[in-house]
């Protein structure tokens, strides 16, 4: 997936090979991920391998997963957690 220079995505994005040089504001999954020297990304990536260029403005955390992609797709079948006040 390749987020275009002028574009803005706001949501999480899970993809085999990312490369940012738009903005992106949420979670960034991906085999290869590439941030540009014009990105912008707010949110954590999750990545098996990275590349941050000089310039690329990034705020959140970076974690290295053998697969990524895996996780993701879990996460998602997970139920939603209850509050104890939700039950009542």
């Known amino acids: 997936m ?3 220079e002028t574009a803005t995505i706001k949501g999480e994005i899970v993809a085999d090979e990312i490369v940012v ?8 999954r991906g085999l290869k991920v590439r941030l540009t020297a014009t ?5 954590d990536i999750v990545h098996k391998t990275i590349a941050i260029e000089s310039g690329a403005h990034f705020e959140g955390s970076v974690q290295r ?3 990524p992609l895996q996780n993701a797709s879990m996460a998602k079948l997970a139920p939603p957690r209850t509050s104890s006040s939700d039950a009542e």
Request: glycine content about 22%.
């Open 65 to 67: 997963q053998d697969d």
């Open 39 to 43: 990105a912008r990304v707010e949110g």
């Open 2 to 4: 390749i987020v275009g």
């Open 21 to 28: 040089n738009g903005r992106v504001v949420g979670r960034v």
